[in-house]
């Protein structure tokens, strides 16, 4: 039975056990797509040559459908470079859970009727070159999940919307223009893994509600123009594998506990900041580190001899800080012991005040190392001729300090 009405009708047969839902829906879903399809300009793939009326639209492209219904539930398009804008009439496709527009050319704004789709879990719209700001009626989504608008020239505040999306997970807004600062109602939702936003022009203090997110996996906001301490809680997150706040304007101390209280660290980056004080031993109790750096601020104090108890340390930079101690002329003894780091392959002290011989056992740090930067300190004595035994080495900065001697012919 067909029941082809202009206006919604629900039927239901309930006899002999089958529910017949005879719906103007699956049309609809039709049209949308087609308007969708319409605001599609250029499709150099053809992956859109699918959509016509030959073929039912759950066959086509980039379309999956509910078995049962023959709804439109999920739409991925990503990567197919297609070239247009986002038709409005998504707002019809009621029943999908996902869109995947990411890696394409879309422009213009991304359209407010996404708001009607209540069981969206999954907008990815990422790389792309949507303009204006993140929708207001996105607040209507309140299954979402997993938000990327990455890579596009969105602008405006952040949304303040975060109490509608209890479930949200993902929420992904790096490399936009967004400006104003972070909402402390960004604490308002309960679930949240991952928070990229990273490259902006966001302003202010990063506010502390940020730590009610005690699942936070990935806290990534470096490249923008926030201020002011880092609010203790943060440093507490202890799911935390990667903290960047690179490139900001952040002030004091990091905690001395640091290691301890983020022991599933990977990548922790605080370079281009304001830190001062000395950097935590504790450090090396994040065990899965592979990435630290902190260079440009002012660090100072001694390096922690125990960075080599670092098995994984594959990036170590910390230069542009003042680490020197005059007190201690020869501070260079840590260089004896990340020869146990045997993933090494940035190693980045540059003018970091260091004073002292440049010691032997620089011949023992891993092959894997590929760039050492050394230049501007205060190192004296000469290049070991065993320099040859670092044969990955790309890169070597020893230039503006006190070495004597020649420079040894195996380089
Ligand atoms: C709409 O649903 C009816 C009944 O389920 C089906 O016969 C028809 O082919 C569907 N139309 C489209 C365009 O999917
Ligand atoms: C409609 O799509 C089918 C399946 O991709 C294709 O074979 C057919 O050529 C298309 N028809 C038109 C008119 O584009
Ligand atoms: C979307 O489609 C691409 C292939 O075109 C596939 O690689 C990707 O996994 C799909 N994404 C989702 C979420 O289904
Ligand atoms: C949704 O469909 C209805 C009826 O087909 C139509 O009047 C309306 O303009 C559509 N809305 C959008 C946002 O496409
Ligand atoms: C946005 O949401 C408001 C309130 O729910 C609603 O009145 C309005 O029609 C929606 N706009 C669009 C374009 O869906
Ligand atoms: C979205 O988030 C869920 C968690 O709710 C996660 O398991 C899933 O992998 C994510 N899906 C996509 C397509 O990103
Ligand atoms: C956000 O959470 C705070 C408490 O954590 C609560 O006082 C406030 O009412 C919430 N705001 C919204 C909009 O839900
Ligand atoms: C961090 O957690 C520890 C132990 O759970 C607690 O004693 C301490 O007060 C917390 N610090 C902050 C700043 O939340
Ligand atoms: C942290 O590491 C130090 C040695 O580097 C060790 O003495 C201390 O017990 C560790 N703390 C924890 C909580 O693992
Ligand atoms: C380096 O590794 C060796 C052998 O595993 C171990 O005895 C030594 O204590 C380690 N050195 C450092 C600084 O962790
Ligand atoms: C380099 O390491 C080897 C083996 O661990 C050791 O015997 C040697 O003394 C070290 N050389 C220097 C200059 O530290
Ligand atoms: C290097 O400088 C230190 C003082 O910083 C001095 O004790 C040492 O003798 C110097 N070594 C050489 C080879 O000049």
Not at 21 to 28: C, E, R, V, Y
Not at 76 to 93: C, D, K, M
Not at 194 to 207: D, E, T
Request: with cysteine; net charge neutral; glycine share 8%.
């Amino acid at each position: 039975m067909i029941f082809r009405l202009g206006i919604l009708v629900i039927l239901v047969l309930t006899t002999s056990n089958i529910s017949v839902f005879a719906f103007p829906g699956n049309d609809t879903d039709q049209q949308a797509l087609l308007s969708f399809k319409a605001s599609i300009t250029a499709d150099p793939s053809g992956v859109l040559d699918s959509w016509n009326n030959s073929i039912h639209f759950c066959q086509w492209n980039g379309i999956t459908c509910s078995p049962r219904r023959q709804r439109a539930t999920v739409l991925n398009l990503s990567s197919q470079h297609l070239v247009g804008t986002f038709s409005p009439h998504i707002g019809n496709l009621s029943f999908l859970r996902g869109i995947y527009l990411s890696q394409n050319n879309f422009h213009g704004s991304i359209p407010n009727e996404i708001g009607l789709l209540f069981r969206l879990q999954n907008l990815d719209l990422g790389l792309n070159s949507f303009q204006g700001g993140c929708p207001p009626n996105l607040s209507n989504c309140a299954d979402i999940r997993n938000i990327t608008m990455s890579h596009n020239n969105l602008e405006g505040k952040l949304p303040t919307t975060f109490a509608s999306w209890p479930k949200l997970y993902w929420f992904d807004l790096q490399e936009n223009h967004f400006t104003g600062s972070i909402p402390p109602l960004i604490g308002n939702t309960s679930s949240l893994h991952f928070l990229h936003l990273r490259a902006n022009n966001l302003v202010g203090n990063i506010p502390s509600e940020v730590a009610h997110h005690t699942k936070l996996e990935v806290l990534c906001l470096s490249l923008n123009y926030l201020s002011g301490m880092v609010p203790r809680p943060l440093y507490n997150l202890s799911s935390l594998y990667i903290f960047s706040l690179t490139q900001n304007k952040l002030k004091r101390t990091l905690p001395a506990d640091l290691g301890v209280t983020l022991p599933r660290l990977q990548g922790f980056l605080v370079s281009a900041n304001r830190f001062s004080g000395p950097l935590p031993a504790s450090i090396t109790n994040a065990s899965d580190l592979t990435t630290l750096d902190v260079v440009v601020n002012s660090i100072t104090g001694t390096i922690p001899n125990n960075l080599g108890s670092l098995p994984n340390l594959e990036w170590l930079n910390l230069g542009h800080n003042p680490l020197g101690d005059s007190t201690r002329p020869d501070d260079l003894s840590f260089f004896n012991f990340l020869a146990n780091c045997t993933h090494l392959y940035h190693l980045g002290l540059g003018q970091s005040g260091l004073r002292g011989q440049l010691p032997n056992s620089i011949i023992n740090l891993s092959t894997t190392i590929q760039l050492l930067f050394l230049y501007s300190n205060h190192i004296n004595g000469s290049i070991p001729r065993e320099i040859r035994k670092l044969k990955n080495l790309s890169v070597l900065s020893f230039s503006d300090n006190l070495l004597t001697g020649t420079i040894p012919e195996s380089i």
